[in-house]
């Protein structure tokens, strides 16, 4: 039998694959089941957010410990969900468990700063060479600290925004996110769609909407609407659509084409901060945006959130033009945990332990696809890593589009009842490894890509 993309009897064996999986993956999950039920009594859902609604059902966690989680039923997972990107430190790392041991019994928030927030400050401002920062709770709260700066400092309304990139879920944001192809307009002229309901059309119509890795269109942008952006922002590294990478030149092209307009880039680096490496993308294609917003992995699995600016941008926060605000900013046991993780967990060694890892995976994938004549890119930077699920190179979301999401749900599900957790959406997102991760976990991984191509291939 052919490859289970094609139209036809290969497609009806890809769902029928699915639907097997599907069964297995619920038979072993009756707690998770139950747990399901009861939560959508109190829990709206049935979840606490809305991206952990699973199919064929949400999985239900009592504990992670080094490389490992478990479920309710007591099932062992390698883990390579990540926590949507946090868990690079792993779970429970010792240092990050002294760290917050020892911040709790001394009082976990004040609302004033502690020192530990100086000490991360400094440590940020040298790993990403932007010299001024603050601190927020979540993602969110840092890409929109951002576009209020970028505004601010501008006195400008438009926003550009890569279609594809997920920034968070503030207004300006969530336009364009993961539009469908009927609803995204023509690749070269993209159509502004709000990436949820309750995003006002207003703000939607401040957002200029471009594709990934074309400079051309963020140039045309700035020349229709001149004296009117503020700025731009971007995951450098895109990696809410797999992982795209940048094309050489792009980071460069499109900061020197917003500062001759006076308007200024930021660097959303909330997924791609210390994962890609201990100074972000900033630091890997050697690009320093005006403001960079760091999230997930810098609290070591406590919330925290970081922006960091030139001195110029951060000016405004320093002399109150703009107050960058928050009660829980700069949380001492956020602070704690961050210190420690950047001090302590992300290290050199660290750093190339998890490089070492990486590049093992990616080698062992590449082969086991090759074996079964799957043609399709293993991506990797830093510690992540995707299949692409398609025969050509991935640039933006249109070429993102092409690929069929069942080969994706298909092979998160195989990981899931071969003992790896992955992140539900497989196309969107699939592994991150951690500084605590060992041949093994690897190992397991590639085993049942190994399965899942088999299944393919009928
Ligand atoms: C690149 C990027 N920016 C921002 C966010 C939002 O972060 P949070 O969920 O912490 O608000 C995410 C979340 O996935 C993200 O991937």
Redesign the pocket.
């Known amino acids: 039998m052919g490859l289970a993309t094609a139209t036809g009897p290969g497609m009806l064996a890809l769902d029928e694959q699915i639907a097997r999986q599907e069964a297995v993956f619920l038979d072993r999950q009756p707690r998770s089941a139950e747990l399901v039920q009861r939560a959508r009594r109190s829990l709206a859902g049935g979840a606490t957010s809305s991206w952990q609604i699973a199919q064929p059902q949400a999985v239900w966690l009592t504990h992670g410990r080094g490389s490992r989680v478990w479920d309710v039923d007591g099932t062992e997972y390698v883990d390579l969900h990540g926590g ?2 946090v868990s690079l430190v792993g779970h429970a790392h010792p240092a990050v468990v002294r760290a917050v041991q020892d911040r709790v019994v001394r009082g976990t928030h004040f609302a004033q700063p502690t020192e530990d927030a100086v000490v991360v400050a400094e440590e940020l401002a040298r790993r990403f060479g932007l010299p001024l920062w603050r601190f927020g709770n ?6 929109m600290d951002a576009v209020h700066l970028m505004r601010a400092a501008t006195g400008r309304d438009l926003v550009i925004k890569v279609e594809g ?5 503030h207004d300006s944001v969530e336009v364009s996110v993961l539009p469908e192809a009927e609803e995204a307009g023509p690749a070269d002229r993209p159509a502004a769609v709000p990436g949820n309901t309750g995003i006002p059309q207003a703000v939607v119509d401040l957002v200029a909407v471009v594709g990934f890795n074309d400079v051309e269109m963020v140039a045309r942008v700035l020349r229709e609407h001149p004296g009117q952006v503020a700025g731009m922002i971007v ?1 450098p590294v895109m ?2 659509a797999g992982i795209i990478p940048p094309a050489p030149g792009y980071l460069a092209a499109v900061r020197d084409l917003l500062h001759a307009d006076g308007a200024l880039l930021t660097f ?1 680096e ?3 901060g210390l994962t890609v490496g201990p100074g972000g993308a900033t630091r890997h294609y050697g690009v320093t945006p005006d403001i960079v ?1 760091l ?2 992995a810098l609290g070591g699995g406590v919330p925290v ?1 970081a922006i960091g600016g030139t001195a110029e941008v951060m000016a405004l926060v320093a002399d109150g033009r703009y107050e960058q605000v928050g009660t829980f900013n700069g949380n001492p046991l956020s602070m704690a945990a961050a210190r420690a993780t950047l001090l302590e967990a992300l290290t050199p060694a660290a750093y190339e332990r998890v490089e070492r890892l990486r590049d093992r995976m990616q080698r062992d994938v590449t082969a086991v696809l090759a074996e079964h004549g799957l043609p399709w890119e293993v991506v990797t930077i830093g510690a992540k890593g995707c299949i692409s699920f398609l025969d050509r190179p991935v640039r933006n979301l249109r070429d993102f589009h092409a690929i069929d999401a069942r080969l994706g749900h298909l092979h998160w599900l195989v990981q899931h009842n071969g003992g790896v957790f992955l992140p539900p959406w497989g196309k969107v997102e699939q592994w991150l490894l951690s500084v605590q991760h060992e041949e093994d976990d690897a190992d397991r991984f590639v085993a049942n890509v190994a399965t899942f191509a088999a299944l393919l291939r009928g």
């Open positions: 949507y990107g979540s993602g969110t709260e840092a890409t990139c997920y920034h968070g879920h995951e990696m809410n959303d909330v997924k791609t917003c999230a997930k959130a």
